[in-house]
């Protein structure tokens, strides 16, 4: 028997220094310090596994620091980490659309060099979607990214001034309370022992033709601006000429 304890601990040890020894993994999870719940606790990285699969979430815990005694019914949150990035990323490159890029550039003073700001915009959206890790931390530490979820939603914004400052307008003029809406479409899914968010496209629906025809009356206006028709300082034409530079992902919704 003494011989096999002394087996089984040099074994232990082994492996102790073999772990001390490897690299460090890092973390795939790029939304970390950027998400929590409605209750204000920081959702971190957690896995799960499935035969040989092991799964990805972001999630709240109960009691954490700051937050003990918490009532009952602050229920912890937990979402699927890969489908909320996914989301993520595709709702910070709708931001990054070439039309909308313009309108926050004139909305801000910056009517020179748009061709580079567009530009500057694709690239940025690529690395939203389908950028490495660093370069998706970078990104969102730049944009000042906050995401906040519920049990059936995710409300996201980023900062005004950081995507001009991203995009290259050093002198940006918004105010740091200035913030741009993400848009997270989901659903919630109610199972017999279970709910759980489930991140989704936007449901198609029938136009509302007032949006339709304001849209057509914003697409007029630009085009009298342009040709010099419209005086560029008259703020209800500025204001309305904004319509015509939005997503097309927006356009297509209405």
């Not at 936007?202 to 033709?209: C, I």
Request: proline share 5%.
């Amino acid at each position: 028997p003494l011989a096999l304890w002394d087996e089984v601990q040099a074994q232990i040890s082994a492996a102790r220094v073999r772990r001390a020894k490897a690299p460090a993994q890092r973390s795939a999870s790029w939304l970390v310090g950027k998400i929590r719940d409605t209750q204000g606790r920081v959702m971190s990285p957690s896995t799960s596994v499935d035969g040989a699969h092991r799964n990805r979430y972001y999630a709240s815990i109960r009691g954490a620091p700051g937050h003990e005694g918490e009532p009952e019914e602050a229920q912890p949150v937990r979402v699927p980490a890969a489908a909320i990035e996914k989301a993520v990323g595709q709702a910070i490159a709708e931001v990054l659309a070439p039309d909308r890029v313009v309108a926050l550039a004139l909305d801000h003073g910056h009517h020179d060099d748009l061709e580079r700001l567009m530009a500057k915009a694709a690239e940025l959206a690529v690395i939203a979607t389908h950028g490495d890790h660093e370069g998706r931390v970078a990104l969102c530490m730049s944009l000042g990214l906050s995401l906040v979820v519920s049990a059936d939603a995710v409300e996201g914004c980023i900062s005004t001034r950081g995507v001009l400052q991203a995009l290259g307008c050093s002198d940006a003029s918004a105010s740091d309370d200035d913030k741009v809406a993400l848009d997270i479409p989901t659903e919630r899914l109610i199972r017999p022992r279970s709910t759980t968010l489930v991140f989704k496209s936007a449901q198609s629906q029938e136009p509302d033709m007032a949006l339709v025809e304001l849209m057509a009356r914003a697409q007029r206006t630009r085009d009298r601006m342009l040709a010099g028709e419209v005086d560029p300082d008259n703020r209800h034409a500025r204001r309305l000429v904004r319509l015509a530079y939005l997503s097309p992902a927006i356009v297509t919704a209405i």
